[in-house]
């Protein structure tokens, strides 16, 4: 009797060698089965591979993916110096003006998980070119509005073009760059959407004062035509099919369903030979003619060959791998830590403009030339943060003979955590007390860099703990975050109101440390829970 191996790859390219895949053995009564699974499917081996493009090319697509990230984070703040005019001009209440920009940020985060699923079956490059036209348009769209209704609901556009930029740009860069170099390209990464934050105000400042409200947002349709045309022409996929765990699970899907159909054959005829009809018929079913010739020769076929398997969006649906994102005790905690960093964020920037307005007496410009410093203190977290990160699983790894696992990652969290609640109270009590500008700016400076030195690293963390998962994980993380961000702005000002910035920034220390504890129980703890929960999914996909 005569058997015959057929190895049908996740993707028509790339030569898959030690991966998971799936073989076809005639003369067995198991059509398709998975020959070996692959623990890392991150370095299966695929054609044009991303890891090995040249710096230059890695850096193109890292300029390019921040760009798009920093205009997704100036849309949020560079409105606000706006508001006064638009309320003016379209005869709308306050209450309507704070939806403009609360309708952003929640929107932003939802439909994330929809593009991630996107990305799985028509690659990061469909999926980002789609919505930047998307937020082009609803750009377009506020800058011409007649009424506030129409601006409330074409910002909620805006959000969700932009949305794809927040959630799936740290995926793509786990597309190209190995996990050793990720905190330095994360820290340079998110050091873009900070940006936004912090220039929004200035630009938008200028902008209204020279040539009105509505040419703020004529200026980010400019921003996302530029952003769009770099993604049209310059922009390479760096998606591979062979290291998604969605597509894995498609494939052993149809590998069950060739068991199936071969159960139905007559098992004591001549059809198991390898030169029988019926026993051609069934593994033309999985394989091309080419590899039904290669395997009457006893020769494996490479993943080159393969037949390429059609995905739909039925076959990517994203909630089932989110339920096992957040299944998992490690994931769980660290985006809630990782939800609460942002929403102090958001926080911060949304009441100090309003105690600078009322108690110092501030103009638009003013105020977003102070709020520079928080954002500049962000940034330079962030870049700070993702280098030390990355030299600390460095040395870690070499203390561990060689060896590392995601959670050595956080380690470099822990210089940050004893300053960041003292700046965050400092902060509190100068502006409680009205102290001078200059103090307020060096506790802006000191909060923004301390947070984000955090979370550059929490991020990198979620990413390298959810290997072939990468889209979803960071999809899931803009949920929490921007979640978290609307919770906090909509209850900002009231307790603001209520109890001043003393108390609501003394409150928000108390979070942090929170946030701390939560971080550091995943550094001491995420690693065993991580691999009971991998254990598990192991025993269950047998």
């Known amino acids: 009797m005569h058997s015959a191996h057929a190895m049908v790859s996740d993707e028509g390219t790339g030569h898959v060698q030690n991966s998971a895949h799936i073989a076809v053995e005639v003369g067995s009564p198991v059509v398709a089965f998975y020959n070996e699974i692959k623990t890392d ?104 509005s007649k009424t506030i ?79 769009l045309l770099a993604l049209i022409f310059i922009f390479k996929d760096t998606f591979r099919k062979e290291r998604s765990l969605t597509y894995q699970n498609v494939l052993q899907i149809r590998a069950k369903e060739g068991e199936l159909q071969h159960q139905h054959l007559d098992k004591s005829s001549h059809a198991f030979s390898v030169t029988g009809k019926p026993a051609q018929h069934t593994l033309e079913r999985i394989a091309s003619p080419r590899q039904i010739g290669e395997a009457n020769s006893h020769t494996a076929a490479h993943a080159s060959s393969m037949e390429d398997v059609d995905v739909s969006l039925a076959d990517v649906n994203p909630f089932p791998p989110l339920r096992k994102i957040l299944t998992r005790v490690n994931n769980l905690v660290i985006l809630f830590a990782s939800g609460l960093i942002f929403a102090f964020s958001y926080s911060i920037s949304y009441t100090c403009s309003r105690t600078l307005s009322e108690y110092y007496g501030y103009n638009a410009l003013q105020i977003g030339l102070v709020l520079l410093s928080s954002g500049t203190g962000s940034i330079c977290g962030s870049l700070l943060g993702g280098r030390w990160s990355d030299r600390t699983i460095a040395k870690l790894k070499q203390e561990n003979g060689g060896s590392s696992y995601p959670e050595m990652r956080l380690a ?131």
């Open 149 to 227: 209704g129409l601006v409330i609901g074409m910002r909620a556009l805006q959000a969700i073009g932009s949305s794809a930029l927040m959630s799936i740009a740290a995926a793509t860069l786990a597309d190209i760059y190995e996990p050793h170099e990720r905190g330095t390209k994360m820290g340079i990464y998110y050091s873009a959407p900070l940006m936004g934050p912090a220039l929004g105000p200035i630009l938008g400042g200028v902008l209204t004062q020279s040539l009105g409200w509505r040419s703020v947002f004529w200026f980010i349709t400019i921003c996302a035509g530029v952003v």
């Open 41 to 144: 499917i991150e370095h299966v081996t695929v054609e044009d591979d991303p890891l090995k493009w040249s710096n230059a090319h890695k850096t193109a697509i890292l300029i390019i993916v921040s760009a798009g990230s920093m205009i997704a984070g100036l849309a949020v703040s560079i409105q606000n110096p706006a508001n006064a005019q638009i309320q003016n001009d379209l005869q709308a209440s306050t209450s309507e003006i704070s939806w403009t920009l609360s309708i952003f940020i929640l929107v932003q985060g939802l439909p994330g998980l929809i593009w991630s699923a996107i990305s799985e079956i028509k690659g990061r490059k469909f999926v980002y070119i789609s919505s930047v036209a998307l937020f082009l348009v609803a750009s377009a769209m506020v800058a011409s």
């Open 412 to 542: 470099s969290t822990r210089p940050a955590m004893g300053f960041l609640p003292p700046a965050i109270i400092g902060y509190a009590w100068v502006c409680e007390k009205h102290v001078h500008v200059a103090a307020m700016c060096l506790m802006l400076y000191l909060a923004g860099f301390l947070s984000t030195w955090i979370y550059a690293s929490t991020l990198a963390y979620i990413v390298d703990a959810n290997p072939g998962r990468s889209s979803t994980i960071v999809a899931t993380n803009s949920v929490f975050r921007c979640v978290f961000a609307f919770v906090a702005i909509e209850v900002a000002i009231p307790i603001q109101v209520a109890i001043g910035d003393g108390g609501l920034y003394t409150i928000w220390g108390g979070i942090m440390i929170i946030m701390e504890v939560l971080t550091l129980t995943v550094f001491y703890k995420g690693k065993k829970w991580r691999e009971a929960c991998e254990e598990k999914d192991g025993r269950e996909s047998q």
